[in-house]
């Protein structure tokens, strides 16, 4: 019992990410040599994925009850007006009659689609003119803060944000750069500072954020980066950054860095 | 002393960190509504998918700062929220492109068509739920001990006063005890 003991309590350091790199690498190769602590480490994983899902599982319910209780009506259809609506659709569906068109108006809409299709066609592959600046304009809009702020609060924080929030990117930078260096405060100077062609300011920002892969805005970050050296006219940095988005399937961005780079 | 609708959000983060647990109801109630306007609006979301996601990530949130991952707010609990939100509904409305429907010939392989992400999140959910029967089948010491130590990551100490152990060597042989208890009720579901 002493030394499954002393194994549960190295597991649960190794799996806690309290053990010291160094020593971690020794655990994992005597896991290699010790079943008997290769299956108790398999046993804990087990334990702990079963411990999350069901807290997980009763926090989800308390929420849903939260849901229910409090935005029940606004939140969703109830299972007979979805009837109803369905129904509704079906009946519409039912009236529906087919006209005949007649054959000189059927050769008309031939030719106008084929027009159509024609200048879509060119529109599309024509070669792009747009400059970094037309480019950054059509894809730069400021994150949204939704944080609800007091309008009439003298906190430093609460005018920086409300300004930002009213579109005031000039007051909100000026603001914005004064709060405490936090990295949500960071990101929101930056973003006022592409608003207002500060293009050097927000890339100083916007490559310390985009390092830090613990903060929730990081995808935002590097997105923007890109943009930054866009508005400084750096368009392979711009590029490169692009790129690796649109390979990174799970990136937040990728379908608009994969529009964006066809634009080049 | 301010009432729970008036804490700012470091306060609010500080007292659920510190185990007022039951005010992630209060930070449910602030941000839902909008986030919800947020995603049906500019993310195509239904709104079936943006509660759903909405919840989702609190959970990620709550879970993040009970483990001690979140130590310090780096930016307002709003933007955390909205990140991790977003990111699921990216996810979601991907799934559901995938999974709409479409006109295909009698003739074509079906089996080709079949997005087997299905069939994986069918295994999943039955995974879960008999992780959650046999979750639900432990007593309630072996419950919280197990709960505490590893949701809540409270050190052995901690829960030696919790719940009243006698000492930090007895919570262990009784942890222990009830991992093994644990993994038998999961295998036997």
Redesign the interface.
């Known amino acids: 019992m002493e030394a499954l003991e002393k194994n549960q309590i190295d597991i649960d350091r190794y799996l806690m990410g309290e053990m010291p790199q160094d020593e971690a690498e020794q655990f994992v190769l005597r896991m290699e040599t010790d079943g008997e602590l290769a299956d108790q480490l398999a046993d804990t994983r087990l334990a702990i994925d079963i411990i999350d899902t069901a807290e997980d599982g009763l926090l989800k319910d308390r929420l849903a009850a939260l849901e229910q209780e409090e935005f029940g009506e606004s939140s969703s259809q109830s299972p007979n007006l979805r009837v109803l609506v369905n129904t509704e659709k079906a009946e519409t569906k039912k009236e529906a009659k087919v006209i005949q068109m007649n054959p000189l108006r059927r050769y008309f809409s031939i030719a106008s689609s084929v027009l159509l299709f024609l200048a879509a066609a060119w529109f599309l592959l024509r070669p792009s003119s747009l400059s970094n600046q037309d480019l950054f304009a059509e894809n730069f809009a400021p994150y949204t803060n939704s944080e609800v702020l007091d309008r009439g609060s003298a906190d430093d924080r609460q005018t920086a944000y409300f300004a930002y929030q009213s579109g005031d990117y000039d007051q909100a930078y000026e603001l914005l750069s004064n709060l405490p260096q936090e990295a949500g405060n960071q990101f929101f100077t930056a973003q006022a500072a592409l608003a207002t062609d500060r293009a050097e300011e927000a890339l100083d920002l916007l490559t310390a954020l985009a390092a830090d892969i613990n903060f929730p805005l990081q995808e935002e970050s590097e997105w923007h980066l890109a943009l930054a050296h866009l508005q400084l006219d750096e368009r392979e940095a711009a590029q490169a950054i692009l790129r690796e988005i649109s390979r990174d399937n799970t990136h937040s961005r990728q379908r608009d860095a994969t529009v964006l780079l066809t634009k080049f | 002393m301010s009432t729970v609708s008036t804490l700012d959000d470091t306060a609010l983060f500080d007292r659920i960190r510190a185990g007022e647990h039951q005010l ?2 209060e930070l ?9 306007t ?1 995603a049906t609006g ?1 993310l195509m979301a239904i ?2 998918d943006a ?1 759903d996601c909405f ?2 990530s ?2 990620v949130f ?2 993040n700062v009970v483990s001690g991952k979140l130590t310090e ?4 609990i ?3 929220l ?3 939100g ?2 699921m509904i ?1 996810k979601k409305n991907a799934d559901r492109r995938r999974e709409a429907p479409t006109e295909v010939d009698d003739d074509r392989q079906y089996a080709d068509e079949v997005d087997m992400t299905i069939f994986e999140r069918i295994d999943d959910d039955h995974r ?1 739920s008999q ?2 029967a ?3 089948k432990l007593g309630d010491a072996c419950r919280q001990i ?2 505490l ?3 809540h ?1 409270y050190p052995t100490e901690s829960i030696q006063t919790t719940l009243g152990f006698s000492s930090p ?1 007895a919570v ?2 009784k ?2 005890r009830c ?2 208890q ?2 038998q009720l ?1 295998t036997s579901e």
């Open positions: 992630i109801d449910y109630r602030r941000h839902r509504q909008p986030f919800v947020y500019r709104e079936e509660v919840q989702e609190v959970i709550y879970k707010l780096s930016c307002s709003s933007t955390y909205f990140a991790i977003k990111r990216y879960r992780m959650q046999a979750m639900s197990l709960t130590s590893y949701y990551r060597g262990r042989i942890k222990m991992l093994q644990l993994k999961f």
